[in-house]
């Protein structure tokens, strides 16, 4: 008789685990269901603001002349028109004689118009 008890445990212990194995291919089916509508909605969230990042790009964005730029970087026309030969800035050129500056690239030109501290050579400041 205990030999019929422990298959009885047995059979019976078989059906817990066969339904907690059914209720778990349950929940992994419900969750494959919700991560996959988590994903569509983070796809269409992205999509959004890719769309937001344009439009407020687009309205930020402005062009100087070297007029404009060399006021808002305090700064003469003339430094500007060097950088600009030497490479040393971005800019559009239009045409053959029209030039401007993206609101984009002033912190690319700030840098470049940065003034490089020159080497001390040993020689000390005289104490006043």
Not at 57 to 62: D, G, H, N, V
Not at 71 to 89: G, H
Not at 118 to 126: C, I, V
């Amino acid at each position: 008789m205990a030999n019929s008890d422990s298959r009885f445990q047995i059979s019976d212990g078989a059906g817990v685990i066969g339904e907690a194995i059914a209720e778990m291919i349950a929940a992994r089916h419900e969750s494959d269901q919700s991560f996959g509508r988590i994903i569509t909605r983070l796809e269409l969230v992205e999509r959004e603001n890719v769309e937001l990042r344009k439009q407020l790009l687009e309205e930020r964005l402005e062009w100087y002349t070297e007029e404009q730029l060399a006021e808002r970087m305090q700064c003469s026309v003339d430094t500007l028109q060097r950088l600009r030969r030497n490479k040393k800035i971005p800019y559009e050129r239009l045409s053959a004689k029209l030039i401007r500056y993206c609101s984009l690239d002033e912190p690319a030109i700030a840098k470049a118009l940065r003034v490089q501290p020159k080497e001390d050579k040993g020689r000390r400041l005289k104490a006043a």
